[in-house]
């Protein structure tokens, strides 16, 4: 058997043949991020004019990730956000394949989840 994985969502492949049993982690469900960073477009003015610098998905869903690893770290976040116990997700995402939107290649606040519902208890 295999190590539970992250699975991207979508909606022109049907992910979800190939992964009956996978959890949903997006955020409309339990388990979503409440974290939200969007990505912006930013202007640098120099001496020479004006530098256009495109939005950055990628760096915003870092800093989301961070922010719900860091979350999950204060009671007083967690609480506020309503977001389950770390006993709670080891019950209900241990041994499973969790499924998100994000890109495999890129953070995803699934990876934290997995590690929480997989790793060892003592």
């Known amino acids: ?3 539970p994985k992250r699975v991207q969502m979508s909606r022109q492949y049907p992910w979800r043949t190939e992964n009956p049993d996978a ?6 469900s339990t388990w979503g991020n409440p974290c939200h960073w969007y990505p912006r477009p930013s202007v640098e003015l ?4 004006m530098t256009r610098h495109p939005a950055d998905p990628a760096g915003a869903r870092a800093i989301s990730v961070q922010g719900f690893r860091e979350q999950l770290t204060d009671p007083d976040a967690r609480a506020f956000n ?6 709670e997700i080891r019950a209900a995402l241990a041994g499973h394949d969790l499924a998100c939107w994000c890109p495999l290649d890129q953070p995803c606040h699934a990876d934290v989840l997995l ?3 997989n790793e060892a208890t003592s």
């Open 46 to 49: 120099t001496a020479t004019g």
């Open 115 to 117: 590690e929480i519902a």
């Open 82 to 87: 309503g977001y389950p116990s770390d006993a």
């Open 1 to 3: 058997m295999s190590a």
């Open 23 to 28: 959890v949903i982690v997006a955020r409309p």
